[in-house]
T-cell receptor
Framework: NAGVTQTPKFQVLKTGQSMTLQCAQD?????MSWYRQDPGMGLRLIHY???????DQGEVPNGYNVSRSTTEDFPLRLLSAAPSQTSVYFC?????????????FGPGTRLTVL | GQQVMQIPQYQHVQEGEDFTTYCNSS?????IQWYKQRPGGHPVFLIQ?????EVKKQKRLTFQFGEAKKNSSLHITATQTTDVGTYFC???????????FGKGTSLLVTP
């Protein structure tokens, strides 16, 4: 299993540009989430999904869209990039049952918005 | 909403010294998870605590969940340079669909 994969690893955008951060998992996990990590701020939840076709907002959803058309994929869309969205983005997935319900994280995408 | 707070934000120790990080939640948690993130890496699951007063050990790491299930701690005995990284606690969001992370404690260990 590849686990959780994210592409691209690095990205530089100009203000106003749009892009999609890709996330995929091959563990047949129901739950998937997007977090952003900024220095001194820990990991903040952007959006999450409890299954195909079901998404919900987290703590910092503004400026981001998500969809979950398949169990495997959970892309994150930046509609009009802003410098405040410069961050490291992590995708995570979990089975959604059992103890422990471990969250598996992808390697991250480092995004810079100029 | 639920807030998870961690202290200290940073800790610098000499190799061999002990280290403790504390986590406090504004609400009662059904469970708490701990993750470690090495510099430049991604968070990696360490453990999940579920029961009130639960204590679990992983080699030199001891994890505790408070009796009221609102606080937790991670204690590392005799730190090693391999312990360097940021340690996060996290509580479940909306029945555990995702996690609400503390801001983490960054541990630096010098030989």
């Amino acid at each position: 299993n590849a686990g959780v994969t994210q592409t691209p690893k690095f990205q530089v955008l100009k203000t106003g540009q749009s892009m999609t951060l890709q996330c995929a998992q091959d563990m047949n996990h129901e739950y998937m989430s997007w977090y952003r990590q900024d220095p001194g701020m820990g990991l903040r939840l952007i959006h999450y999904s409890v299954g195909a076709g079901i998404t919900d907002q987290g703590e910092v959803p503004n400026g981001y869209n998500v969809s979950r058309s398949t169990t495997e994929d959970f892309p994150l869309r930046l509609l009009s990039a802003a410098p405040s969205q410069t961050s490291v983005y992590f995708c995570a997935s979990s089975l959604g049952q059992g103890v422990p319900d471990t969250q598996y994280f992808g390697p991250g995408t480092r995004l810079t918005v100029l | 909403g639920q807030q998870v707070m961690q202290i200290p934000q940073y800790q610098h120790v000499q190799e061999g010294e002990d280290f403790t990080t504390y986590c406090n939640s504004s609400t009662t948690l059904s469970n708490i998870q701990w993750y470690k993130q090495r510099p430049g890496g991604h968070p990696v699951f360490l453990i999940q605590l579920v029961k009130s007063g639960e204590v679990k050990k992983q080699k030199r790491l001891t994890f505790q969940f408070g009796e009221a299930k609102k606080n937790s701690s991670l204690h590392i005995t005799a730190t090693q340079t391999t312990d360097v990284g940021t340690y996060f606690c996290a509580g479940p969001v909306n029945s555990g669909y995702a996690l609400n992370f503390g801001k983490g404690t960054s541990l630096l260990v010098t030989p």
